[in-house]
């Protein structure tokens, strides 16, 4: 596609279910990030792919997160069991390794 | 300490005035990228340098390498320049890096 694409793009769940948020990256793009930015907040590392490979994953909060990349393109975070302070606009980004960056809109999660 | 500082961290400034926001940086990086974020959410990148400097209309982002500093430039600022400035570095790694972002306000 033309450009990052994120689905869905507002989640409203209930405090202890699961959710999978999914990212389309622009093809041919190797690196895949996952952030989030809660609100008022800046930007949050969580997770970034090379290829389907994870090298790092420092950023994910706890073990209730995990990622995944298949095929050098889509990839799924999912995160299990989800608690309130998760509430935050998960974003997406790929690029082209050592190229510019750019961004999906982003899903926002509220959980309730 | 963070490894990526900016500052302002508000701005407010008036319709016309040239506008600087600044960032340093920590670690050895491979580029640097200055990124908008409208209200709403979306964010597009402005620029990405390694070097120099780079020029696109009444924006302009420098970079020192040596001094780990880069800067944002706006000229002639408008209204419609009322956004989140943020600064990321790539690190060697391929990581990238965020600044806690400049929320830039120009009044009419």
């Known amino acids: 596609g033309a450009g990052v694409s994120q689905s869905p793009s507002n989640k409203v769940t209930e405090k202890g279910k699961d959710v999978e948020l999914r990212c389309d990256p622009i093809s041919g793009h190797t690196a895949l990030y996952w952030y989030r930015q809660r609100l008022g907040q800046g930007l949050e590392f969580l997770i970034y792919f090379q290829g389907n490979s994870a090298p790092d994953k420092s950023g994910l909060p706890s073990d209730r997160f995990s990622a995944e990349r298949t095929g050098e393109s889509v990839s799924t975070l999912t995160i299990q069991r989800t608690q309130q302070e998760d509430s935050a606009v998960y974003l997406c980004?790929?690029?082209?390794?050592?190229?510019?960056?750019?961004f999906g809109q982003g899903t926002r999660l509220t959980v309730v | 300490k963070n490894e990526v500082e900016q500052s302002p961290q508000n701005l407010t400034a008036q319709e016309g005035e040239f506008i600087t926001i600044n960032c340093s940086y920590s670690?050895?990086?491979?580029?640097l990228h200055w990124l908008q974020q409208h209200p709403g959410g979306g964010i597009v990148s402005l620029f990405m340098?390694?070097?120099g400097k780079k020029k696109h209309g009444r924006l302009i982002a420098t970079i020192n390498i040596q001094e780990k500093h880069s800067s944002l430039h706006i000229t002639a600022s408008h209204p419609r320049d009322s956004a989140v400035y943020i600064c990321a570095v790539r690190s060697r790694g391929n990581k990238l890096v965020f600044g806690a972002g400049t929320i830039l306000r120009v009044k009419s």
């Open positions: 340098l390694s070097s």
């Open positions: 980004a790929s690029s082209q390794t050592f190229a510019e960056a750019f």
């Open positions: 670690v050895g990086i491979s580029a």
